[in-house]
């Protein structure tokens, strides 16, 4: 049980019997306090299986879910609750928030299966705070966005979302409110002065900037030693302060007089040690004492509205005149250089909380550094802060109030949906550490199929663009990259460089009404499409101009699979009903399409022989691969192997013979050849294979395979010499989830790309044209599916690939020849900012 949810639960005592929610389950309360939870949590139930369950007042039968509140055991504190599981699933607490954390652990335990093991669990943080801030001053995110964001945060028993420069209407924020109250996320939002106040009040008031002598503050700062300062000050704190429910504000104060560690900055700027002599009445004030005595001064007016403020480490320094007060909240980010700063040890030891925000392991910056999740499972702790060997130890511990990941948005680079993305696996490995429990497994590699298992929270809709499915690119006959891909909606859409090797033209949409990818035909001096239909109908069009298509016509009935192009790309192949191979193509009186063989299952896989003429492979029902061959009455078809599970792949090697490349039911790979007198007897490559195959030959004239191991490790084999073995093989990468594309560079080396376990997209070149070492590097994150690579006019390697969040991404080296992890990349089909 305790592996089973994120955080982990603290205690579970195993119990014989099972709990089992069915459609007829209720949540059961036994007081009207919980009608907001348990509403909540029937709306997140139907979410994750279809079901809305009715919400009662009174006692459980079998098969319900019981919410109590009043548990008497204090352990359980706020926040913390117990989960038993029997003929009912019970959550009981002391607070309604303890209960709401419990449903969360209910959500996650029914997502992996409706039949829940009997026992008892009792649970509760470590920490008070955990959560994340969101920079959104540089951009937009939508109110859909964030309202992902804080069920996300929920749906991990995060509890905290910051707002720097919020740029959301007064609707805007009362929809967060109502959204962060459902799910027990409080908003603290930042509205930074005396420092960063750009947009805010410098914007307003620029005759209150800091401007005596010396170079410009790179972050805007505010003067509050100047007439009026303060109570126009005030009068920003209190136009926002009552707008946001939590019980935090941030007063920010970072990087005042620059970034931190400039210890002359002080002595540039004589007003603040007058303005602190003057309110202190002390000769010996400094300006560091004026800066302290301004976020006391906030701090009043925050405490006068029932909140609490929090502040930046960075600026605060050790003085003898004006001491910080010590119901400010710290939020150390780091240790300045160049003085001796206050530690948060210090911090903890004089009273305050501290907030652990460790830039060295928190902070995502867009486009340049993000979070990795199994540094942050395996390496972060709450007590350890930035810098060398920084830590709180000893009773100080008891002031740490938890850690927050920081999300800084100066590039734009990155989209919202790819940011969102890019958080997924990161913010559970945070939710597990900073809620404190025993972790369910020793490293992130243990605890990653959980985070996979578990999933977005109940609701999560995705804010992305609507491309799904992979896409299909090529260069055209005058040597313009082209793409199709289709939309979630069923439309098909097109896109195409202005010239070759130039930027990208606006894109069309082709047909709608689409299922799947579609097969592009290359013979010829135009390119010509054909897709299925939602209904089984295939249409087809042909190019009449970059970018321009003619209507598209009905050419047959019945497909049941993709269309697959022929590998001269002259013709098509495809399933109908029945696992009918059909084989299509263009005749001076119109579109033909001829029955190869029936009972397939399986993507066929084609080759062109030395006559031209053409070759499928495909499994049958059965689980043989049938091998068909194209003769001047029809077709040829015979059995080559049996026990067949996957797609096969097809080759023509270079003495003009065919082979195959099969996985079988028991995780081998099998090849075959042809011979004068038919096909050579299997030679069994490899063990423990679980993806489908893929070939190449490479510049040596020697085939060679790549496939995906049960392990996640992609496999490459090759042979010794052209035409013959023996075979030789190597593990490429680890940690691989698809099936890899291949590809050859200009110069003419093996190139893979291939999709990891968490969405990485994986690229492996060989050092030298038909020899290794192999190189490798990650590329772009959150990918779906399989990329597609497509060489442009000038030799430069390209791919195009479909993001989780349903963009269409296209990625190019910077340099022909492949030059490690100098690529370039876009977005063809999604928004970048809102």
Do not use: C
């Amino acid at each position: 049980m305790r592996a089973s949810v994120v955080p982990a639960l603290r205690e579970w005592t195993a119990a014989s019997g099972s709990y089992e929610f069915g459609p007829a389950s209720r949540i059961a309360i036994g007081s009207s306090a919980l009608s907001t939870a348990a509403g909540t949590l029937a709306t997140d139930l139907q979410a994750l299986l279809g079901t809305r369950p009715q919400v009662l007042v009174g006692a459980p039968a079998a098969g319900d879910i019981q919410l109590i509140l009043g548990d008497p055991d204090a352990a359980l504190a706020t926040q913390g609750y117990r989960l038993t599981s029997g003929p009912a699933l019970t959550v009981a607490a002391r607070t309604e928030t303890g209960v709401f954390h419990g449903t969360r652990s209910v959500l996650q335990l029914l997502r992996q299966a409706t039949t829940i093991p009997a026992g008892t669990g009792r649970d509760w943080p470590a920490h008070p705070e955990r959560g994340i801030l969101i920079d959104n001053k540089p951009r937009h995110f939508s109110v859909a966005w964030f309202t992902n964001l804080i069920k996300d945060l929920s749906y991990l028993k995060l509890n905290e979302l910051m707002l720097f420069g919020w740029k959301l209407t007064d609707a805007e924020i009362s929809q967060l409110n109502q959204v962060a109250r459902a799910y027990h996320v409080h908003i603290t939002p930042l509205l930074g002065m005396p420092s960063w106040t750009e947009e805010t009040l410098i914007a307003e008031r620029p005759d209150l900037a800091l401007d005596l002598g010396g170079p410009t503050p790179v972050n805007a700062a505010f003067d509050f030693t100047k007439p009026g300062a303060l109570d126009y000050a005030k009068q920003w704190i209190e136009r926002y302060i009552d707008k946001f429910d939590g019980p935090y504000w941030h007063t920010g104060a970072d990087e005042f007089l620059g970034y931190p560690g400039d210890v002359t900055a002080w002595n540039r700027y004589p007003q603040f040690a007058a303005f602190a002599r003057a309110k202190t009445g002390n000769p010996g004030a400094t300006g560091p004492d004026a800066y302290k005595w301004f976020i006391n001064w906030v701090n009043d007016i925050v405490k006068a509205h029932g909140k609490i403020t929090r502040v930046w480490n960075d600026g605060l320094e050790a003085t003898n005149v004006v001491q910080l007060n010590t119901d400010i909240v710290i939020e150390h980010w780091v240790t300045p250089g160049g003085r001796t700063p206050v530690t948060p040890q210090q911090f903890a030891e004089a009273g305050h909380q501290v907030y652990n925000f460790n830039s060295e392991y928190l902070y995502y910056d867009n486009g340049w550094r993000h979070i990795d999740p199994a540094i942050v499972y395996n390496e972060f702790t709450v007590d350890h802060f930035a810098g060398d060997d920084v830590y709180v130890t000893g009773p100080a511990k008891a002031k740490l109030q938890g850690a927050r990941f920081a999300v800084w948005n100066d590039g734009l680079v990155e989209s919202n949906e790819e940011i969102a993305a890019n958080l997924f696996a990161p913010l559970r490995s945070l939710a597990q550490v900073v809620w404190g429990t025993p972790k369910s497994a020793a490293n992130y590699q243990g605890f990653e199929p959980l985070v996979r298992a578990l999933g977005r929270a109940p609701g999560w809709q995705s804010t992305g663009g609507d491309v799904t499915g992979d896409p299909v690119a090529l260069r055209d006959k005058s040597g313009r990259l082209t793409w199709f891909a289709r939309t979630a909606s069923g439309q098909l859409r097109h896109g195409w460089q202005h010239q070759p090797g130039g930027d990208w033209t606006e894109q069309a949409i082709l047909a709608s009404g689409i299922e799947g990818k579609p097969a592009v035909l290359t013979q010829g001096e135009a390119l010509t499409y054909i897709a299925r239909k939602t209904n089984g109908d295939l249409i087809a069009a042909d190019q009449v101009g970059p970018g321009s298509f003619t209507t598209p016509t009905t050419i047959g009935a019945g497909a049941v699979s993709d269309p697959v192009t022929s590998a001269d790309g002259s013709s098509y192949v495809v399933l109908k009903a029945g696992g009918a191979l059909h084989h299509g193509r263009r005749t001076a009186t119109g579109w033909t399409s001829t029955v190869v063989a029936n009972g397939i299952v399986s993507v066929p896989a084609t080759a062109v022989d030395t006559g031209g003429r053409l070759a499928i492979a495909a499994r049958t029902s059965a689980g043989g691969l049938l091998i068909a061959r194209q003769t001047s009455t029809g077709w040829r078809t015979s059995t080559v192997l049996t026990g067949v599970a996957g797609d096969p792949a097809l080759i023509r090697a270079a003495n003009g013979a065919l082979s195959y490349f099969a996985r079988t039911a028991t995780g081998g790979l099998e090849h075959g050849t042809e011979t004068s007198t038919g096909w050579s007897a299997p030679v069994h490559l490899a063990d423990g294979v679980s993806g489908n195959p893929k070939a190449i030959e490479d510049l040596n004239d020697r085939m060679t395979y790549f496939v995906r191991l049960g392990s996640g490790e992609l496999l490459h084999g090759w042979q010794r010499d052209p035409g013959r073995g023996p075979w030789h093989s190597a593990v490429l990468a680890d940690r691989v989830a698809g099936d890899p594309a291949l590809s050859e560079d200009a110069a003419l080396k093996l190139t893979y790309f291939v999709t990891g376990v968490n969405g990485e997209l994986i690229h492996g070149w060989q050092d030298s044209a038909g020899n290794g070492p192999w190189h490798r590097d990650e590329l772009w994150n959150n990918i779906a599916g399989t990329p597609v690579p497509v060489l442009d006019i000038s030799g430069t390697q390209t791919y195009f690939a479909t993001a989780s969040y349903g963009h269409l991404l296209h990625g190019w080296e910077n340099a022909v020849g492949h030059t490690g992890d100098d690529w370039s990349r876009e977005v063809l089909v999604g928004r970048l900012d809102r």
